[in-house]
């Protein structure tokens, strides 16, 4: 598989912590044998010549509350988008092609139970002709607080994507740091000030000298 894209879009700490903890709930015996019986219905089912199963690891401590969908051509396949994924859990889906040399390419759109209105954003493409692709990421005015990343796996059916979501870790940044700290005399609205500008003029040498 390849990286599809790095939706996180602030430094922070925490990111390592939470591969490792997509990876623990992508292993887990039951998500793999649930992701091989949806390829086996996709095949089953004959439905088009491409075909996506996505799975969603959920570790950014929120639930995710299913909000809406688009596709650009196909549709979902036997197994549809949970309606909810809670944190610390996976949640999985496929789709796939309707229509003759048309491939399948959607987004899938979930609420973020942060208070804050986030929303999580997957996106796959299983083209007819050419490399698969997929992306996600995070929109609201709190989505430098999440990591997110997108997996995308090769073939023509069944393909795997695989799409991390994270909380990072504060500091999200240095000035948020600054805020919230709140340390004396600290203005995020103050105009820079030089050190060059604090210390008087020095003309000549001579000057430098005198006592």
């Not at 623990?24 to 075909?51: E, P, V």
């Not at 709140?182 to 001579?206: E, H």
């Amino acid at each position: 598989m390849s990286n599809g894209g790095d939706g996180g879009t602030a430094g922070g700490s925490g990111v390592g912590s939470i591969q490792q903890g997509a990876d623990a709930l992508s292993q887990l015996a039951s998500t793999l044998s649930t992701i091989q019986k949806i390829i086996d219905d996709l095949g089953g089912f004959g439905l088009g010549s491409r075909s996506v199963v996505c799975e969603i690891d959920n570790v950014s401590g929120h639930t995710l509350d299913f909000d809406s969908n688009t596709f650009d051509h196909g549709g979902f396949g036997p197994d549809l988008p949970p309606a909810s994924v809670a944190g610390q859990s996976s949640g999985l889906f496929s789709a796939r092609s309707t229509g003759v040399a048309t491939g399948v390419e959607g987004r899938v759109i979930y609420a973020i139970d942060d208070g804050a209105g986030s929303r999580f954003t997957v996106h796959f493409d299983n083209p007819e002709i050419g490399s698969n692709s997929g992306d996600c990421s995070v929109d609201g005015a709190i989505s430098n607080r999440y990591f997110t990343q997108a997996i995308i796996g090769g073939g023509n059916n069944g393909a795997r994507m695989r799409y991390i979501l994270g909380g990072l870790n504060p500091p999200f940044s240095l000035r948020t740091f600054l805020e919230n700290a709140k340390p004396t005399g600290f203005d995020p609205n103050a105009p820079v000030v030089s050190i060059r500008g604090l210390q008087p003029p020095v003309n000549s040498i001579r000057s430098l000298m005198r006592v």
